[in-house]
């Protein structure tokens, strides 16, 4: 069931790539991380179609070799490594973690609760996430799912036009978590009172993010049952 329930995302990813990367690079962006990752988990592989990443992360490794495939099938919880060498995940080889610190994933669910893959943030430093951090990417991992449906519903001539009007939405809030994100890295530490209104401020964007593309993609969907 969930490997056929996989297949037309694999086939979207052949057809139109686009989403994929446009996804992990928001989520990089709304958590500050070098690296994120939209992986479709499959029999014997996982695959990247959407990866954000400097130093070059695979596009696919096998299931062996892959935190993401533990974490697919554990539907309901956010799996968490804030540092894999001190704590690393026991279910795959040490060599398979060793250039990542901190890894933070959640399921990619259809509607009728098939887990096809993940989204995740990563690190190659150590680094803490919050119970409020892991909210917004359990979102983002819901409104991932949308975002697919609605690429397999949407002609490619209507894709780019949904794009447009959801970065439209969220360009502002992007820039001011950039700024803030900057002023935090500049306090001594980050338990000061001025650090922690910056972060609250971080996760009130984040959030107005998240409900600004939630916004627009029930915008898209409702346009795409009128035509």
């Not at 990367?21 to 994120?36: C, K, R, W």
């Not at 499959?42 to 062996?64: C, Q």
Request: with cysteine; charged share 20%.
């Amino acid at each position: 069931m969930r490997l056929q329930a996989l297949q037309p995302y694999k086939a979207l990813q052949g057809i139109r790539n686009e989403v994929f990367e446009q996804i992990a690079q928001l989520v990089a962006m709304l958590f500050a991380t070098p690296m994120a990752q939209v992986s479709l988990v499959d029999a014997e592989e996982v695959i990247y179609p959407g990866n954000v990443d400097s130093s070059g992360l695979a596009t696919r490794l096998a299931r062996k070799d892959c935190i993401c495939a533990v974490a697919v099938y554990r539907p309901d919880t956010t799996t968490v490594f804030s540092d894999l060498r001190i704590q690393p995940c026991e279910w795959i080889s040490l060599e398979a973690q060793q250039d990542i610190a901190f890894y933070a994933s959640h399921p990619i669910q259809t509607t009728d609760g098939q887990p096809i893959g993940s989204l995740c943030v990563l690190d190659k430093k150590p680094r803490t996430f919050k119970a409020d951090e892991q909210l917004v990417l359990q979102r983002m991992a819901s409104l991932t799912m949308r975002l697919l449906d609605l690429e397999l519903l949407a002609l490619p001539t209507e894709a780019p036009a949904l794009w447009a009007a959801i970065n439209a939405r969220i360009d502002l809030s992007l820039q001011r978590i950039e700024t803030l994100t900057a002023l935090a890295r500049w306090e001594v530490s980050a338990e000061t009172t001025t650090a922690l209104a910056y972060q609250a401020a971080i996760q009130e964007e984040r959030l107005l993010i998240v409900q600004d593309i939630e916004y627009e993609v029930e915008i898209a969907f409702s346009r795409l049952s009128r035509r």
